[in-house]
C-alpha cells in the first residue's frame, strides 16, 4: 500500500514549492553578506534587494502552506475513512485510525523539514567549496561521518518502532481484558519502548552536534584571516552553520521515517482483500 493514491501528484507538486522556496533561501547569508560590504562602503542599494528577496519568500513559503495544508488533509481523510469501514477487528482499526495520523503528519511536516535540510546541507556545502575548498572539504568529510552513524541508528529506529507499534494494537485488547497486571505490564512495556526511542535520538544527536562542533571551530580558524573583508567572513560562517544545522533534523526524520515505513506496512495488511492470496 501508498499512502498516496488521488493526492500523489499534488503532494510531489507542494514538494517541488518547497525545493524551489528553500533554493532561494540559499542566496540570503551571501547577499546579505554583499549587503554589508555595500554599507560599509557607503552604499544602501542592497537593503533593498534583501529586504524584497525575503518578503518574497515569506509570501511564497506562506501561500505553500496553505495548499499543502489541504492536500494532507484529504489524504488523511481518505485513509482514515478506508481504514474506519474496513473489515479488521475493532482494536486494529482504532490503533490504525491513531497511526494514520502520525503517517500524515510525517509527510506533512517531516518529510518537507528533511528536504529544507537536505537543500539547505547540500546547497551550503557546495556554496562553501566555492568560497575555500578546504572548508567544503571538513564539511564533507563530517557529513559522510554522520550518515553512516545514521544507518545504525536507523536500524535501532525501525526496531524500536515496530515493537511500539505491536504496543498499540493490543491496547484495546488489553483494556477489554480487564485484568489490572495485565495492563500495568502493557504500560510498562510501552514506557520502556518510547524511553529507549528517546534516549537513542539523544544520544546521536549529542554525537552529531560534538562532531559539527569542532568542525565550527576549525573552519572559523581557517577563515578568520587578517585578508578577509567582514562581508566575506559573515556569508561564509553563515553557510558553515546553515549546514551544520541541517544535521540537527536528521536524527528526528530517521525515526519519523521508520515510524512510517511499519505503519505503511500494517496499513497494507489491514486494507488488504481478505481473499486475496
Known amino acids: 500500500m501508498k499512502p498516496f493514491g488521488p493526492e500523489r501528484g499534488r503532494v510531489l507538486f507542494a514538494y517541488a514549492l518547497l525545493i524551489v522556496e528553500e533554493v532561494a533561501l540559499l542566496f540570503i547569508p551571501a547577499l546579505m553578506g554583499l549587503t554589508v560590504d555595500r554599507l ?14 525575503v518578503i518574497a519568500i515569506l509570501t511564497s513559503g506562506a501561500l505553500r502552506r496553505l495548499y499543502d495544508t489541504r492536500v494532507f488533509a484529504a489524504a488523511e ?16 482499526r482504532v490503533a490504525r485510525l491513531r497511526q494514520v495520523h502520525e503517517l500524515i503528519q510525517t509527510y506533512e511536516r517531516s518529510v518537507p523539514e528533511a528536504l529544507s535540510a537536505l537543500v539547505a546541507g547540500a546547497g551550503s556545502l557546495a556554496i562553501s567549496v566555492w568560497y575555500d575548498w578546504r572548508v567544503g572539504a571538513a564539511a564533507l568529510a563530517v557529513a559522510l561521518i554522520l550518515l553512516g552513524m545514521d544507518r545504525i541508528y536507523a536500524r535501532r529506529m525501525n526496531r524500536l518502532n515496530r515493537a511500539l507499534n505491536d504496543r498499540t494494537d493490543q491496547d484495546l485488547d488489553v483494556l477489554r481484558s480487564e485484568d489490572a497486571e495485565r495492563v500495568r505490564s502493557h504500560l510498562e512495556a510501552w514506557r520502556r519502548l518510547r524511553v529507549a526511542r528517546s534516549d537513542s535520538e539523544i544520544g546521536v544527536y549529542a554525537v552529531n552536534w560534538l562532531f559539527l562542533l569542532f568542525m565550527i571551530l576549525g573552519v572559523l580558524v581557517l577563515i578568520a584571516q587578517p585578508d578577509a573583508t567582514p562581508g566575506t567572513v559573515f556569508a561564509q560562517m553563515s553557510y558553515v552553520l546553515a549546514f551544520a544545522a541541517s544535521w540537527e533534523r536528521l536524527p528526528v526524520f530517521t525515526e519519523r521515517l521508520a515510524q512510517a515505513r511499519d505503519v505503511t506496512r500494517r496499513l497494507a495488511s489491514t486494507t488488504s482483500d481478505p481473499s486475496d492470496p
Open 77 to 92: 481523510r481518505r485513509l482514515a475513512e478506508e481504514i474506519a469501514l474496513g473489515l479488521s477487528p475493532a482494536g486494529i
Open 40 to 53: 560599509l562602503a557607503g552604499d544602501r542599494s542592497g537593503l533593498v534587494f534583501l529586504a524584497g528577496g
